[in-house]
C-alpha cells in the first residue's frame, strides 16, 4: 500500500524529522493492528517515508494442524502453506495484510488519529523552533489587523506571529499587506496552540537594531550597557568601548548621523541619546541628562532609592526635564538615582521665598508638580504665564490661578 494515496498531505510540507514521523506512523498502524487483533506482538510495520511505502507483516509460528493453541502466536501448516507452499513445520510465516482488510470505518479512524498526533507534533516543533529565537529580529508581511493585535506573517517561515498593540510603537500605521520588523518578545501556549508575540516597544528591539547598524557591537568592541525607553519618543542608551581607540558614541551615531537615522526612521522619529558609560555616578548623571548642561550635582547614596540633586542655569531646566518630563525621567532609570532639579543660583534672592514655605496653604502634591517643571521658589513660578503653567503642570486651570494668588500675596504684603 503506497502512503501517498491515503495520507498524502503528511509526506510534504511538514517540518518534523523523518525518525519522528517513523515513529507516528508505526503507533498508529499499531493501535489499528491491536484494534483488530487484540495485540500487536507478532507484527511488524515497516514505513518508508521517502518512497510512502508502508508495510503490514503478521508473524506466527507453523505448527501440525491440530495443534494451534494461540492463534495470535501459531498458525496451523494448512493454513501457512495456502500463503506459500513452501513452508514447513517450525518456520515463521510471514502474511502480508493490507489496508483495505481492515475496513473503512478502522481507517478513517486511523486517518484521524493521524492528522490529530501529526498537528501535535507541528505545534511542538514550531514552539520550540521559536523559543530558540526568542531575542531576534523578525521580518514579516502584515496579515490581519485586529481591534487588540496585529496578525504577521513570518517572511522566513510562513508561521501566524502576534503583536499586541501595547506592543507597537505609538506612530505605528500599518496596513495589510505592509512588511514590519520586530523582535521575538515571548513564546507561549494558549489552548495548546503555540503563540509568538512580537514586540517593537521592547529595548531589546532597540539593542538589536543597534547590533545590526554598529559592526563594533556585533564585533563585541563596544557593549551596549542598558537602554531605556519610552517608545516613539525619546530613548536613552548607555554604552562602553572595550577598545580605547574606539570612541563608543561616535561609532554608534556614525558619520553625520548615518547609523542612528536608519534606527530612528525604524522606530518612528524616536529621540535617541548616546551616551558613554562610566561608574563616576555624578559624570553618568551628567550625561544622561544631555542636551542640558549641568553645573553642579549633589548625591546621596544613603537614600532608597538614591538621589541626586541637579543644579542648571535657568534656561537649561526645561532641557533637562525635557517634554513632558521624558528627559529627566529616563536619565532617571538609567542611572538609578532619583533626580530633583533646581536652579543654580549664586546667592538666595532675599525677595524670593522657597516652595517648601507655603506648605500650609498649597497641597504637597501641587508643589510637587511645580518643583518636576523646575519651580522651586515663588519667584520662578510667577516668572511663567498662567497658559505655561496649566501646560506643563497638567492642573487644573482653578488651582492654578489659587497658586498663582497665593504666591503673589506673598510678594504684596
Known sequence: MNLVDTFSEFKSGKNIDRPTMVRVLEDVFRTLIRKKYGSDENFDVIVNTQKGDLELWRVREIVPDGEVLDDRAQVSISEALAIDEDYEIGEECYEQLFLEDFGRR?????RQT???RIMELEKDEVYKKYVERVGDIVVGEVHQILKREILILDDGTGHELVMPRNEMIRGDFLRKGDMVRGIIKRVEMKNNNPVVVVSRTDSDFLAKLLEQEVPEIEDGLITVKKIVRMPGERAKVAVESYDDRIDPVGACVGMKGSRIHGIV?????????????????????QRSLTPAKVSRIDLDLESVPMRASVYLEPDQVSLAIGKGGTNIKLASK????????FRNTQEVEIDDVELDEFSDEIEAWIIDSLKSIGCDSARSVLELSRQELIRRTDLEEETVDEVLNILAAEFED
Do not use: H, P, Q, W
Open 334 to 341: 538609567l542611572t538609578g538615582f532619583e533626580i530633583d532639579v
Open 265 to 285: 526612521r525604524e522606530l518612528k522619529n524616536e529621540n535617541i541619546d548616546i551616551v558613554n558609560f562610566t561608574n563616576n555616578n555624578s559624570l553618568f548623571i
Open 114 to 116: 493521524l492528522i490529530s
Open 106 to 110: 478502522a481507517i478513517m479512524a486511523a
